[in-house]
């Protein structure tokens, strides 16, 4: 049995604008999750916007924190849960992109660690990944949200070359990381908005996915069936999907569709992460919406062999757990992607 996915996505990845192509029930989730990349990036390039003198409480935040004079700003979209602004100093020398929440610190302070941890792995591979300045609480005084991230703004380009993608995304996850010898991450996070539970890493790759990932998304549904479908696959089918497998924590970006890949001045780009330490084939978990092409593949199996033993049914597991977190989110058709999708994995 085959299942068809839908991607709530653009299918063609473009940077100055966030359209997107989607089935009718599957309207409501592109409001969240819309082309363009991570919450703002690409957004901010729209065209017509002309920059405002400012003198805010973040302006103000910046320049003390930075050591610059920031001088305007320009508005750069927003999601369901957050809006974007991209601030910019009075000689033009360096631009700075925020994020705003109504919601508390947690989301961004784990973007963050997410994005220090694949700056610290991206020195072997040549990802560009953005700096992050300051995640946490607004300024005293702002009442435009609860909390902000506040990193360097990139100048986005389209995806580029495949084959140099898949090289650099292959290299990221063959990277030693020192000191980690366990599946999981520092803190727990986010997958767009769901709480993403990383703690407590463990040793066992198994129970770590089946603990800190199926789980508490068949939990969310509140699904009675499909609750009992994904118990009966965890019990009977995942312990054979990882049998005779040796596998080393890889740092993951944890949600790699084309939304959250682009490139800076050619090179690799990837951001708007979900990261944490797992098995590297988990990074294709979002492969439906991410448009890999044969010279991807090609590239990226030629630093890391492809285990050919069971790695399609597997593929379809990882892919699970995103299609019950979308389904989490937006609802609609995602809850028969992931009846088909248990039914084909028993």
């Known amino acids: 049995m085959s299942v068809a996915m839908v991607c709530p996505t653009t299918t063609s990845w473009r940077p100055a604008k966030a359209r997107a192509v989607v089935s009718s029930d ?17 957004v901010g390039r729209e065209r017509g916007v002309k920059a405002q003198k400012m003198d805010d409480d973040i302006a103000r935040f910046i320049s003390e924190r930075e050591n610059c004079d920031i001088a305007s700003q320009k508005s750069s979209g927003s999601s369901q849960w957050a809006s974007f602004r991209t601030y910019e100093t009075a000689d ?5 992109f925020v994020k705003l929440s109504r919601k508390d610190d947690a989301m961004f302070r784990g973007e963050k660690a997410g994005l220090d941890a694949l700056r610290r792995a991206s020195t072997e591979s040549d990802m560009v990944i953005p700096k992050v300045y300051y995640a946490g609480g607004v300024p005293d005084g702002c009442r435009d949200g609860n909390s902000m991230i506040v990193m360097e703004y990139l100048n986005f380009g389209a995806r580029g070359d495949q084959e140099e993608f898949g090289l650099a995304l292959a290299k990221m996850h063959n990277t030693e990381i020192d000191g980690v010898q366990e599946f999981g991450f520092e803190v727990n996070n986010t997958i767009g908005e769901t709480p993403q539970k990383n ?58 569709w084309s939304g959250n890949i682009g490139t800076v001045d050619g090179k690799p780009s990837i951001f708007d992460p979900a990261v944490y330490y797992g098995h590297h084939e988990a990074d294709f978990g979002m492969s439906w919406c991410a448009g890999f092409s044969p010279a991807f593949y090609e590239a990226y199996w030629s630093v890391i062999k492809k285990d050919e033993g069971g790695f399609e049914e597997r593929k379809v597991m990882y892919q699970l757990y995103h299609i019950l977190n979308h389904y989490n989110m937006f609802g609609g058709g995602y809850r028969s992607q992931a009846m088909g999708m248990l039914k084909q994995l028993l």
Not at 32 to 39: I, Q, V
Not at 92 to 96: A, V
């Open 92 to 96: 033009g020398s360096r631009k700075f």
């Open 199 to 256: 703690i407590p890493m463990m040793k066992d790759w198994e129970t770590f996915w089946v603990e800190s990932r199926l789980l508490p998304q068949l939990k969310m549904t509140r699904d009675s069936e499909l609750q009992r479908l994904g118990d009966e696959v965890i019990e009977k089918r995942v312990p054979e999907m990882f049998k005779g497998l040796e596998i080393k924590p890889s740092i993951l970006h944890g949600d790699l």
């Open 26 to 42: 599957q309207k409501r989730g592109l409001r969240l999750r819309f082309a363009g990349g991570n919450g703002g990036y690409v």
